[in-house]
């Protein structure tokens, strides 16, 4: 069984630039969800994602945004990016009550 | 607000040696308990979980934790450690009756060094 996958593995965006981060989920699971991890900062919920809807939001800005396909695959989407964006971002899914899986993140770089 | 705290940043022990891992929780009603691990430049990989029953739960890699109500903690052991095991692991809960349903909580992590 495939696990959840992440793409691109590494992203390097300038100030101010726009990223997008995708994932796609463990075939059956139908939930999504994004986390930053950052030096220093641990690991911080951003977002979950449910049967295409968004179900729960972490405390981040609204430039921090995204979307679930009808096929359950995900992206995230970061505008104006600023230099404290610079983190790991892992994508997990689950079906409902189960515990989350994670893929190997998107490195994204801000310089 | 449910909060994970893992006191300890950093453990090291040495091949062969027991090991157990610290974490104390803030919860709802109802937590669901996990711990993960994660390898340098990966992500994380699910070692056990807690829902309901029996507070002692068996993980992969031979892996163990209890689950103490009273004293609100999930400690992470195993009996004889390997270097395999040298990672960051991470103690996580879910309120599975609040609504932050779905959100997962971590602690701040604890670095594994094993010597050999």
């Known amino acids: 069984e495939a696990g959840v996958t992440q793409s691109p593995t590494h992203l390097i965006k300038t100030r101010g630039q726009q990223a997008t981060l995708r994932c796609s989920p463990i075939s059956g699971h139908t939930s999504v969800y994004w986390y930053q991890q950052a030096l220093g900062l641990g690991l911080q919920f951003l977002l979950w994602?449910?049967?295409?809807?968004?179900?729960n939001r972490g405390n981040f800005p609204p430039r921090f945004s995204g979307r679930q396909f009808p096929n359950y695959s995900s992206e995230l989407n970061v505008n104006a990016l600023e230099l404290e964006d610079s983190a790991l971002y892992l994508c997990?899914?689950?079906?409902?009550?189960?515990?989350?899986?994670f893929g190997d993140g998107t490195r994204l770089s801000i310089l | 607000a449910q909060s994970v705290t893992q006191p300890d940043i950093h453990i090291t022990v040495s091949e062969g040696a027991s090991l157990e891992l610290r974490c104390n929780y803030s919860y709802g009603a109802t937590p669901y308990l996990f711990w993960y691990v994660q390898s340098p430049g990966q992500g994380l990989q699910l070692l056990l979980k807690?829902?309901?029953?029996?507070?002692l739960v068996q993980g992969i890699k031979g892996f163990e934790a209890e689950f103490k109500r009273s004293q609100s903690s999930f400690n992470l052991r195993k009996p004889s450690v390997h270097w395999s095991d040298a990672a960051e692991y991470f103690c996580a809960v879910v309120d599975a009756g609040g609504t932050s349903y779905g959100k997962l909580t971590f602690g701040q992590g604890t670095i594994l060094t094993v010597h050999p």
């Open positions: 807690y829902f309901s029953g029996d507070t």
């Open positions: 994602y449910d049967e295409g809807e968004e179900r």
């Open positions: 997990a899914s689950s079906v409902h009550d189960q515990p989350q899986h």
